[in-house]
């Protein structure tokens, strides 16, 4: 019996040491299992057929960008960059990179790769599909192809320190906001030897070297991969030892969550209003999103309804909560204007409180007729479309509804076919985010923009100061809705999924194309 213990605990010492050594097998790998319900394509950030938010997100976990943005980027972070500022007289934007930065192979990352990969962009000899933004930069045509070596306006000032040179004045974080998701730093050490015209033949695709927290270990094609910590990262890496991408059908995502078989969902493990008391009784934590960004309005073609009288009187027969209760529920705020609750920009003194009274008042003052409008819009938004239909009758506006796909609805409208339209809209903290997705300067092609919202618009684009910026903003809100080109109804978020195995994920910041990954924690 004592022999027989002996040998126990002598084989028991002996497992115990070889795990300690690394050869026995390991029961303790931390795996956090991630759903897409879009397959990935190339490795290539700047060539792709789709470039998808999923594949932005893929890029996002192996290159590196500059910043981390949340809540529709409202909130700006270091990444690469731990600090940026405008220079010069505006037309200049300095990135001071962090000196700890290292690609997976262990070299160091420079302001040189940031350059190098901003001019292989704008290379005219480059096979890649898509210049990104270097049609801003000096010395590059309108086409972003370079024009100039000389005056590129792309500059490494030292190893740390990177200088971008703007045609015009251009205000550091409208340039993040803008670019900073497709913009993915490239490694001069290991593409610098390979012609811009075979950049798409290098074996560098099938295995990248980046600098982002994650490295890539293997796939299965449209079904599986497996990522592994950078342990070069320079902002840490979490506590875990694999992620592994998984694509599943947009349809099974609250199975999968109430199941465990998956962690989080890319781009938000977000589910519907109508899911929520099923996720909660199986024991999942359901919340409001942090973020209200998808926008919905009611698009005027202004050719079809030419008097403002009467397209403020459509505004003043609505009411918002009631449209709010019958599509969105508790997950939704009305919208005064298209700038984001959660920004500077945001001006609740804008709002349009629903005034039956008012709104027949401006219809006999425009000697409105009872002319028939009609109203375009997708049928998963038939319910908000009857209830509006309904409100503006109550007023005395007669409104038809036409049922057709998005891209009929939009081309209707250009074309004058519709009057109306009802779209959605996903919103950032850009402040003129919504430039250009209401058709009050596109309606036929010989509109001529209005000369003040052109002033606005490009006083606007081209303020630096922060503060003047804000007051410029929300002036300009104001004249548009003075205007009322567009009616604002709402900004709504989402129901997320807590994830129960893994803490500090900021579920918001994955609809920006980026994943904080080397905060995740598996519990």
Known sequence: ?????????????????????????????????????????????????????????????????LVFTDLAGAEILPRAADRWESAGDGTEAVFYLN??????????????????????????????????????LTGTNENGVLLDAETFGAEALDDTTLKFTFKERTDPEDFLLHYNRRFLVLPEHILGSVSPADILKSDFWRNPVGSGPCVYVSQMTGSEMVLAPNPHYHLGGGNWDKLVLRVLDSSSRLTVLMSGEIDQIELGSSISPNDKPIAEANGLTVRDGLVRNFFMDVLINENGIPDRRIRQALHYAIDKDAIIEAAAKDVADPAYGYEMLNTEYYDPSLAFPRDIEKAKALLREANYDGRLYTIAFASKRENIAALLTQQWKEAGINVEMVIVDVATMFSGLTSGIYDLGLSGHSATAYSLWFEGEFPANNTNASFIMDPARASYVDRIGHAIDKEEKIALVKEYQKYLAEQTWFIPLYFAGEYWVEPTRVSNIRGSASLMCNDNVWEWYVN
């Open 1 to 65: 019996m004592k022999r027989r213990l002996r040998a126990h605990i002598l084989a028991m010492s002996l497992a115990l040491a070889l795990t300690a050594c690394g050869r026995g097998p390991d029961t303790s790998e931390k795996v956090i299992n991630m759903a897409f319900t879009t397959a990935w394509g190339s490795f290539n950030p700047y060539y792709s057929s789709s470039t998808t938010m999923y594949e932005l997100s893929l890029y996002d976990k192996i290159f590196d960008k």
């Open 99 to 136: 000196q700890n930065a290292s690609w997976s192979d262990g070299q160091k990352v420079t302001a040189h790769d940031w350059v190098f990969t901003a001019r292989l962009l704008a290379d005219p000899a480059s096979a890649f599909s898509t210049r990104v933004f270097t049609h801003i």
